[in-house]
């Protein structure tokens, strides 16, 4: 058991640096890339956070209670992304710095995404073989949107190459080390669930109020706008698969 979630905390590692990969190389239609990341982002949150955090949470929260849990990650986020923008203008008057600022907040809550992506894996494969391989398949389904939406936050917020491959590389490791996390610890249902609709807040609050916005500004085509849709239905679409 221990080696086959090894092997596909592997997989997860290969699959977020090739989107990473495809994201620097079409770095110049990044509007399009930046619409595909919104909709997958805000799918991940709608179609597989969600559901996972109320799916493992029923049994201990009512249904409001998490959307609450949800509502307080993206708020807590806001805050967070606004807190950065504030420190920023107080501190440097520096818009670059700002930018870059909110780019590696992102991208370190896509790694910590990914870590729990890990998590949940090595956790999945603890409840039986076949629930660790369907949560499996949707972690590296979405793994590879993962590594194209961090290496466009950190596009999108003016970073360089080399930190996006930086961000890349942490991302990518996340998962394994998620996964390797599990051989040493048990996390309750109760508390994954909170964590899980914690994360959809984050995420909604990243690809509605960063990501659309900026894939739409300045390239306000159709083709952006479908670029968005299909990200969302890919991973609408891939973790219902998944869950076959």
Same mark, same amino acid.
């Given at each position: ?19 990473? !990969? ?44 998490? #959307? ?13 992304? $606004? ?21 590696? #907040? ?18 999945? !494969? ?31 917020? $003016? ?13 990518? #490791? ?27 807040? !984050? ?18 085509? $159709? ?16 973790? $219902?698969?998944?869950?076959?």
């Amino acid at each position: 058991m221990t080696a086959t979630i090894l092997l596909i905390s592997l997989c997860a590692f290969g699959a977020t640096l090739l989107g990473g !990969f495809v994201a620097i190389h079409l770095k110049d239609k990044l509007h399009l890339i930046l619409g595909l990341s919104a909709g997958a982002v805000i799918g991940v949150a709608f179609a597989d956070l969600m559901p996972e955090a109320l799916g493992l949470g029923s049994l201990y929260h009512s249904i409001p209670t998490m #959307l609450a849990f949800v509502a307080a990650g993206f708020l807590f986020f806001m805050v967070l992304d $606004r807190s950065v923008i504030l420190h920023s203008h107080n501190h440097t008057h520096d818009h670059e710095h700002e930018a870059t600022s909110r780019g590696k #907040l992102g991208a370190l809550s896509l790694s910590i995404h990914s870590f729990l992506d890990g998590a949940a894996i090595g956790l999945a !494969f603890q409840v039986s073989p076949k629930v660790g391989l369907i949560v499996a398949t949707a972690v590296l389904v979405h793994d590879f949107s993962d590594g194209i939406n961090t290496v466009n936050l950190i596009f999108k917020n $003016r970073g360089e190459g080399n930190e996006a491959r930086k961000w890349l590389l942490v991302d990518a #490791l996340a998962p394994v080390v998620g996964a390797i996390s599990t051989l040493f610890f048990a996390l309750p249902e109760s508390v994954l669930s909170v964590v899980l609709a914690i994360f959809a807040g !984050f995420f909604l609050y990243i690809g509605a109020s960063d990501l659309l916005p900026e894939s739409f500004h300045g390239h306000p085509t $159709r083709w952006t706008t479908a670029a968005t849709i299909i990200g969302a239905a890919i991973i609408f679409v891939a973790v $219902r698969l998944a869950g076959i």
